[in-house]
């Protein structure tokens, strides 16, 4: 799929911020294990955190294929960043945008595309991964108020999120129907964090967990239809799986990147790695799972922003980039060899990266149960 001289001029211009802003902080950015708060500043002076909250909320106005360019760019350089971006976006924002009410999105929108606020997606929880419907988070009413209790694990952005989208029960049944979205401001009574995990990869990505202890929400706060809330967190996650997806590619293409530069250095037996024929079969084996990757993308974007169904498409490229990503960070490794074991070399950081892309927002299991049922229905 050829891409539009606009999307290649926003390629260009996210490469070149990428290049000279976030890559040299990349390996700092893994051993420290935090984000610099100026780095964040950076991505919303550029509209990176508003791409496509519309200019009336103080938004860049961009569609969701630039988007999607916007987290491989940025994740090529620091995957850590990438989802940073990638989770603000697609899950912080994109609900407010599409189900949220016009004093919602006046009162939110703005400061999240400035920065002011960053955004988090509050639906797993200890014994609720794959299975959101047995969620426990209970939200009561209160008649003026809702008073929100339970505990929320693996939420990205939880260290520096002003905003949660929060999913809980309120009513209590055994499956999904019961559940509700609430918008959460994270400075409000009784929201804490519990922890922050130490993971084996995007390392300078928090991943917490969150507590809500009798957290008094307005009535307002309620995000779409109340009941609704499960549609909420699914009609989210379709698009999210796109962002992940693209964070992917850009992993797999930071690898492969350095495979062909290595392999055309590294002198054996006196002649360039590259001259092997083993060689060159593994890196076109790389360069064929990148381009499918990005084709599938491509599509499940294009098929958002033409306003069309895109959830099997959306978990076909979010399956295919995230394994594409981690055999291909293994295979760099390997063509490394010894040195890429270390971690004066980034393809161990590539590689540990890739891993947590075929596991969040869905794991790779749960995108095959998603195409299947997808093509089960097409044939009835």
């Known amino acids: 799929m050829l891409l539009d001289e606009k999307y290649n001029e926003i390629r260009d211009m996210v490469k070149k911020f990428a290049d000279s802003e976030v890559a ?14 100026a ?21 860049a106005g961009l569609d969701y294929q630039s988007y999607a360019l916007i987290v491989e760019e940025i994740s090529r350089s620091c995957a850590s960043t990438g989802v940073f971006v990638s989770a603000h976006t697609s899950l912080g924002v994109w609900p407010i945008l599409n189900f949220g009410t016009q004093a919602q999105k006046e009162k939110y929108l703005p400061k999240m595309a400035s920065g002011e606020l960053i955004g988090c997606f509050c639906l797993s929880e200890p014994n609720a991964g794959s299975d959101a419907g047995s969620l426990t988070t209970f939200a009561e009413d209160k008649g003026d108020h809702w008073e929100i209790n339970g505990v929320k694990n693996w939420i990205t952005n939880g260290k520096e999120a002003g905003l949660c989208i929060v999913f809980a029960k309120t009513k209590k049944t055994p499956d999904y129907k019961g ?10 009574p009784g929201f804490s964090i519990i922890k922050e995990e130490d993971k084996l990869g995007i390392r300078g990505s928090s991943t917490c967990q969150l507590a809500f202890d009798k957290v008094k929400v307005p009535k307002d706060a309620l995000l779409g239809d109340l009941e609704k809330g499960f549609r909420v ?40 790695l590259s001259n092997l024929q ?57 063509l490394c060899g010894g040195n890429g074991y270390t971690k004066e070399y980034p393809v161990e950081r590539y590689f540990r990266d890739a891993k947590i892309t075929e596991i ?15 093509e089960l229905k097409a044939v009835d």
């Open 233 to 272: 967190a699914m009609a989210t996650l379709d698009g999210g799986r796109i962002g992940i997806a693209s964070q992917a590619l850009g992993i797999a293409q930071a690898a492969f990147d350095y495979a062909i530069r290595y392999t055309k250095e590294r002198v054996q037996f006196g002649a360039p």
């Open 179 to 188: 559940i509700s979205a609430f918008i959460v401001e994270t400075k409000t």
């Open 278 to 334: 083993g060689i060159q079969f593994m890196l076109a084996d790389m360069s064929n799972k990148i381009a499918a990757s990005r084709l599938l993308i491509y599509h499940a974007s294009h098929l958002k922003d033409a306003k069309l169904p895109y959830s099997k498409e959306s978990a076909q490229a979010k399956l295919t980039a995230s394994e594409a990503a981690m055999w291909i960070t293994t295979k760099a490794i390997q």
């Open 360 to 374: 969040y927002e869905g794991t790779s299991e749960v995108q095959r149960i998603v195409i299947a049922a997808a």
């Open 24 to 37: 040299p902080l990349a390996m700092s950015i893994d051993h420290e294990g935090k984000i610099p708060t």
């Open 39 to 59: 780095l964040i500043g950076k991505l919303a002076e550029n509209g990176f955190l508003g791409s496509y909250i519309p200019e009336e909320f103080g938004g």
